[in-house]
C-alpha cells in the first residue's frame, strides 16, 4: 500500500481500465470485462463494521431503486476485523466496511491471498457512549473516566470511578473484540497499554447493546452514532470531556472535529479483482461514492456526517484509477 501526494492509501497494482456507457435508469454497463455478467449472477458480497451496515444498507437500497434492481446484496454485520480475516482476506466478498483503517496485519493477510484493495472514505462518525435514561449522575464524563470503566483492570461500581457516584456494580455493554469500533475506542480512550476489560456483554449487534442500556440503570456502552440517531429516546448520550470541556456527540460536533477522541473516518474497501472482473460491482461503487455527499442519506437517514465535494473528489479519484472514466 502506498500513499499518493493527496495522503490517499491506495494498493498500487497493475490495473485494467473500464469505459462506461450510461444509460436510463436501471440499466448502466461498464465496458471492458472480459466476461458477461447475466443478471442472476448480479450479486455483491459486502461483510465488515456494523457501524458503516447502516449506511451500506441505505445505498444499496438506493442503487436497486434507482440504478439496477436486478442487483442482489449480500451485507453481512462481522465487526471489521472479523469481515477482514474471514471474508474479504480470504476473496469471499467484493468489499469489506471498517470503522477504522485496515491494520498491517489485515493487509499482509490479503497480500498473502493476492486479494487487492482501494481504500475509500463513506463518511464521519461520532462514536457514541450511551447510558439509561434514569442516570442523571454520568451525563458528562472525561476521558480518563472513560478509561477507568473501559480499561482491562476495570472499575467494579461507579462510586469506584467518582466518590460522588452511586455506589453500585456498573453494566457494560460494547463492541466485540473482532469490530473496529472496539479497535479504536481502545487507542483512543485506553490507549493500548490499558487495554479493554473482558467483563461487558459483547455483540456485533448494535441495537443489543440499545437494549442492554436501556434495561439496567447502571449500565453504559459504545457505538456508532447512527444507532444512538435512531433510538435518541431509549437511552441518553454522555458528552464527552477531553479538557476543553464536555461536548455532546452530533453530527455538527463530529463535523468541525470538536467532538474529541471519538470522531472518526469509515471506510469501505472494494476488492481490486471485483471492480476489475465485475461489471456491477464497479457501478456500484462508483455510486456509492457519488452517494457520500448526499445530506439527505448519509446524514438525515443514517445519521453520520457526509463528505466534503472536495473529499468526495479524492475518493473518485482513487476508484477511477481502477474502473477507470465514465463516458458522458
Request: hydrophobic share 30%; with cysteine; aromatic share 10%.
Amino acid at each position: 500500500m502506498a500513499d499518493d501526494k493527496s495522503g490517499r492509501s491506495t494498493q498500487r497494482v497493475s490495473r485494467r481500465k473500464f469505459i462506461g456507457a450510461a444509460g436510463a435508469v436501471g440499466a448502466v454497463a461498464i465496458a471492458g470485462c472480459t466476461e458477461e455478467t447475466s443478471d442472476e449472477d448480479k450479486e455483491i458480497d459486502i461483510a465488515g463494521s456494523s457501524t458503516v451496515y447502516p449506511l451500506m444498507q441505505a445505498v444499496s437500497e438506493k442503487y436497486k431503486d434507482e440504478e439496477d434492481d436486478s442487483v442482489g446484496f449480500n451485507i453481512k454485520s462481522t465487526g471489521s476485523g472479523g469481515g477482514f480475516e474471514e471474508h474479504f482476506c480470504v476473496g469471499e466478498t467484493d468489499f469489506n466496511n471498517a470503522s477504522r483503517a485496515m491494520k498491517d496485519e489485515e493487509k499482509s493477510k490479503c497480500e498473502e491471498n493476492d486479494v487487492e484493495w482501494i481504500e475509500l472514505v463513506a463518511a464521519t462518525d461520532a462514536l457514541t457512549v450511551v447510558i439509561n435514561n434514569e442516570n442523571d449522575w454520568a451525563t458528562e464524563m472525561t476521558v480518563e473516566e472513560l478509561a477507568q470503566i473501559w480499561e482491562a483492570d476495570a472499575a467494579e461500581t461507579w462510586s469506584d470511578v467518582n466518590s460522588d457516584w452511586p455506589d453500585e456494580e456498573i453494566g457494560r455493554h460494547g463492541a466485540d473484540d473482532t469490530s473496529g469500533t472496539y479497535d479504536y475506542f481502545m487507542e483512543n480512550v485506553m490507549g493500548e497499554d490499558r487495554g479493554h476489560t473482558d467483563d461487558y456483554q459483547a455483540t456485533e449487534n448494535d441495537d443489543n447493546i440499545v437494549t442492554g442500556v436501556q434495561g439496567d440503570q447502571y449500565a453504559i456502552g459504545y457505538f456508532g452514532f447512527s444507532y444512538y440517531y435512531q433510538n435518541p429516546d431509549q437511552v441518553t448520550a454522555v458528552a464527552i470531556d477531553d479538557g476543553d470541556g464536555p461536548v455532546e456527540p452530533s453530527l455538527d460536533t463530529a463535523a468541525s472535529g470538536e467532538y474529541q477522541p471519538l470522531s472518526r473516518s469509515l471506510y469501505t474497501y472494494p476488492s481490486v479483482g471485483s471492480l476489475e472482473d465485475e461489471d456491477h460491482v464497479a457501478d456500484f461503487a462508483r455510486f456509492f461514492v457519488e452517494q457520500t455527499t448526499n445530506e439527505s442519506l448519509v446524514a438525515d437517514d443514517v445519521g453520520y456526517v457526509p463528505l466534503t465535494e472536495d473529499q468526495q473528489s479524492e475518493q473518485m479519484d482513487t476508484l477511477v484509477e481502477v474502473i477507470g472514466e465514465e463516458d458522458e
